[in-house]
């Protein structure tokens, strides 16, 4: 059998690990779905909440000793224990383990929930990580409530030199499993930060080169605006898919 002809093995064990963890988080989200139908919740947050809980076990006596704590795959957007509440003896192994990313959506879901704090932390993360890799992480299901929480740090977060990355990084969401679905379960202040979004995005074309630059930077500027024209029927179709009105 020659090279081209042999299986990787490690490779398949990953992607079917991957797709039993995503599998068992839509069982065990779905099923907390109708655990909150049956409980009449009064309101949509309080129906989103025990959903983003459904992966929370009770803790027993033994899980409150001698814990082993775990340490952010994004190493290099945590800085200090007073700004982040890591530990010494993490931040040493993070230095030793360098610059890591997650293999799967859970280890994604585990350190943004869990490790990452504020806005600026998040939203460097989702940079880091870059439209290939998130749309890679989320092609079976970004989940329930992340995709709002993702547009809020966008929104919140967003500088004009990052346009072109973020403006990747809608599109690769916009293709991920169940978009559709997320979308329309987006709170209203998402959905307003979703706009404010777009709002942003949308203003960087109202500015035109002046007179001056145009013969300055004749040739830098031709480039440019083909980049911006591409930007720009980029972030209609976008608009359309996230229902910008």
């Not at 929930?113 to 989320?138: I, K, M, S, V």
């Not at 978009?179 to 203003?203: H, I, M, P, T």
Request: hydrophobic share 35%; aromatic share 8%.
């Amino acid at each position: 059998m020659e090279k081209t002809d042999t299986i990787d093995f490690r490779a398949l064990e990953k992607e079917l690990q991957a797709a039993l963890a995503a599998d068992e988080k839509y069982q065990r989200e779905n099923a907390a779905k109708f655990r909150a139908v049956e409980q009449k919740v009064a309101s949509y947050e309080e129906f989103r909440d025990i959903v983003l809980a459904s992966h929370l076990k009770p803790l027993e006596r033994k899980d409150k000793m001698n814990i082993k704590k775990t340490v952010p795959w994004n190493c290099q957007v945590t800085s200090t224990t007073a700004q982040t509440g890591i530990t010494q003896e993490e931040s040493t192994y993070i230095s030793q383990k360098g610059d890591c990313q997650p293999e799967t959506s859970s280890d994604f879901y585990r350190a943004w929930r869990r490790y990452l704090q504020n806005g600026p932390e998040r939203y460097q993360t989702l940079l880091q990580l870059g439209a290939p890799n998130l749309g890679h992480l989320f092609r079976v299901d970004v989940g329930f409530g992340l995709l709002g929480e993702l547009l809020v740090t966008l929104a919140e977060n967003f500088k004009p030199a990052d346009r072109a990355a973020v403006l990747e990084i809608l599109h690769s969401l916009s293709r991920t499993g169940r978009f559709g679905l997320n979308l329309s379960l987006l709170s209203s202040a998402e959905r307003e930060s979703c706009q404010k979004l777009f709002q942003k995005l949308q203003s960087m074309y109202v500015t035109r080169p002046t007179e001056e630059e145009l013969i300055c930077k004749e040739q830098e500027l031709e480039k440019s605006h083909g980049r911006n024209d591409e930007d720009e029927k980029l972030l209609q179709e976008l608009s359309e898919l996230y229902q910008i009105g």
